[in-house]
């Protein structure tokens, strides 16, 4: 009855790391290709849940907007924009806000996590799930791909679907999640290869941002932590850290896991990391080029924003009217 459609959101964080990249973005990009309903938008009204700098993040807007369309996403074919440009999720939020309980959101792991890092727990941050599930819901997604820690934020949204179908009327699709990250796709620190990349590892060595240029790149890979055996193979739970390295060299070169390793066959560690590292900087230069591109071009960039607004603003429209005809409003 419904048909397949896909909401991402995804925070202003500035750069992206090779894990969001190979993990999440890259994977949007496949969906548009295979020519699914993909809305992809930047979530800064998330943003402001935490103390943060205004100047900064309107930078890291547009630095995200620039990464996207670098990475392949196709305003075309995509709908890509940035939420506080549609109010209408702040207006379903409000309407999604008595649909659950206190306890409820109180209870979510993520809210526990981060109102223990501030003293006074700002109201943003609790009802934060509830503007994710209006972003689901506004424009009637089926399917949301998020990361492994996003899952409870999902059956919110579940729950307060079923909430207002119940209470209202059937208006809004199921959602299920689509995990992104498994075990071939997730990307693991290069200074710690027992977790995964990502923006709050310590050590900025660990990860690999798109906007790293190819001296850094290669620096971070040579000082990659392996062990001490030099031949290359992959066996991700003994030797996690030449496993991680094979990995991202067949995500980059799109060659199996088997031919990777067969051609690094007669290569120890110091020459393999070499050529992970040449493969890596011929993957993300046109990337890295493309977001410099965009980002020189700050106001072609805010065309296609606003021209993705404009799409999402039609289909959230359509929803709120609906709601509020429902609601008696
Ligand atoms: P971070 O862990 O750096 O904070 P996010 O939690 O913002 O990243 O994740 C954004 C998206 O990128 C999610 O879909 C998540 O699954 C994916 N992702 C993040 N880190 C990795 C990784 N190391 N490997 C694969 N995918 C990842
Ligand atoms: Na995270």
């Not at 190979?22 to 290709?33: E, M, S």
């Not at 943060?52 to 990475?71: D, G, K, S, V």
């Not at 700050?298 to 606003?306: A, D, I, P, Q, S």
Request: proline share 5%; net charge positive; glycine share 4%.
């Amino acid at each position: 009855r419904w048909s397949r459609k896909i909401f991402s959101g995804i925070q202003p964080t500035g750069s992206l790391h090779l894990g969001n990249y190979l993990g999440a973005v890259r994977k949007w990009t496949h969906l548009q290709k295979a020519r699914e309903n993909v809305t992809l938008c930047i979530v800064d009204m998330h943003s402001i849940t935490m103390p943060h700098n205004p100047p900064m993040l309107r930078e890291n807007i547009f630095m995200m907007a620039a990464t996207l369309l670098a990475c392949g996403v196709d305003p075309a074919q995509s709908t890509l924009f940035v939420q506080s440009g549609v109010m209408e999720h702040a207006e379903l939020n409000w309407i999604l806000s008595s649909l659950t309980t206190m306890p409820r959101l109180a209870q979510l792991p993520q809210f526990k996590e981060k109102s223990r890092r501030v003293k006074d727990v700002p109201l943003g941050l609790y009802v934060y799930p509830v503007l994710q599930a209006a972003d689901i819901m506004l424009y009637k997604a089926t399917h949301v791909p998020v990361g492994a820690d996003q899952l409870q934020h999902i059956q919110l949204a579940q729950h307060l679907i079923r909430a207002f179908n119940t209470r209202y009327g059937e208006m809004f699709p199921e959602c299920s999640p689509m995990i992104e990250e498994n075990d071939a796709s997730r990307v693991l620190s290069l200074r710690e290869p027992s977790k995964k990349m990502s923006k709050s590892d310590q050590d900025p060595r660990g990860t690999i941002n798109l906007s790293d240029s190819p001296e850094l790149i290669r620096e971070k890979i040579k000082k990659a932590v392996t062990d001490f055996t030099s031949d290359i193979t992959y066996s991700p739970s003994m030797r996690p850290g030449v496993s991680n390295l094979v990995n991202i060299h067949s995500h980059v070169t799109d060659e199996s896991i088997a031919t990777v390793v067969e051609e690094a066959k007669l290569l120890d560690t110091a020459k393999y990391k070499e050529r992970v590292a040449d493969a890596v900087i011929e993957h993300l230069r046109p990337i890295r080029e493309k977001i410099n591109m965009h980002l020189a071009n700050e106001r072609e960039l805010c065309y296609v924003l606003e021209m993705g607004a404009e799409k999402a603003r039609k289909v959230a429209q359509h929803t709120m009217s609906e709601v509020k005809q429902r609601l008696g409003l």
